[in-house]
Nanobody
């Protein structure tokens, strides 16, 4: 049974930083895509970033230059370093994984975590 468990969310002031972690168990995703999505109240879940060992990483335009995704295959864990946070980054952040190449499409991801809340105060 595949499980994705996020951690690292919290409350931070605008301009601050947080690092989210997502630990996968039940399957190794070493050459598959792992990513982050977020959902703000009343909005659709949107793509944030994704990474695949052999193909690099991709980002949403809204976070490019501020967020960095990385992974540790030995730990089967993906990270999201979030810098220069803005109030509009406030959302529940979800880890996702798929068996296959990088994509921004939410529907293409097979596995999801429960989410972790990130709140950025102004």
């Amino acid at each position: 049974q595949v499980q994705l468990v996020e951690s690292g969310g919290g409350l931070v002031q605008a301009g601050g930083s947080l690092r989210l972690s997502c630990a996968a168990s039940g399957r190794t995703f070493s050459n598959d895509a792992m990513g982050w999505f977020r959902q703000a109240p009343g909005k659709e879940r949107e793509f944030v970033a994704a990474i695949r060992w052999s193909a690099g990483s991709i980002y949403a335009d809204s976070v490019k230059g501020r967020f960095a995704i990385s992974r540790d295959n030995a730990k089967n864990t993906v990270y999201l370093q979030m810098n220069s946070l803005k109030p509009e980054d406030t959302a529940v952040y979800y880890c996702a994984a798929r068996i296959g190449p990088l994509t921004r499409m939410r529907s293409e991801y097979n596995y999801w975590g429960q989410g972790t809340q990130v709140t950025v105060s102004s």
